[in-house]
């Protein structure tokens, strides 16, 4: 079973950037896709970008207007989300998750405990 730890969250201006990692712990990560979710306060959670296993292949929110970019290091069992040109409507509470792929949460059954992004206009 692989666990899920997410690090690099922070306060950051409008406009910087953050990386934010997400540590997989069990042989089996390169077997799943992996995905970022967010949620902001009092509102659902919602798709921010999803990697598949095997080629890498890659997909974002279309609201992100291209400032994500997701990545995965199966050698380092890490997967990582460069945020870029961050706007305060990006402040929200950052999951990474591990499953099938996709962008629709019941397809994730492995998830972290969630990073916290802040950013001040």
């Known amino acids: 079973q692989v666990q899920l730890v997410e690090s690099g969250g922070g306060l950051v201006q409008a406009g910087g950037s953050l990386r934010l990692s997400c540590a997989a712990s069990?042989?089996?990560?390169?077997?799943?896709?992996m995905a970022w979710f967010r949620q902001a306060p009092g509102k659902e959670r919602e798709f921010v970008a999803a990697?598949?296993?095997?080629?890498?292949?890659?997909f974002y929110a279309s609201s992100l207007e291209g400032r994500f970019i997701l990545s995965r290091d199966n050698a380092k069992n890490t997967a990582y989300l460069q945020m870029n040109s961050l706007k305060p409507e990006d402040t929200a509470v950052y999951y990474c998750a591990a499953g099938r792929g996709g962008s629709y949460q019941p397809s994730y059954n492995i998830w972290g405990q969630g990073t916290q992004v802040t950013v001040s206009s």
């Open positions: 069990g042989r089996t990560f390169s077997s799943y896709a």
């Open positions: 990697i598949s296993w095997s080629r890498g292949v890659t």
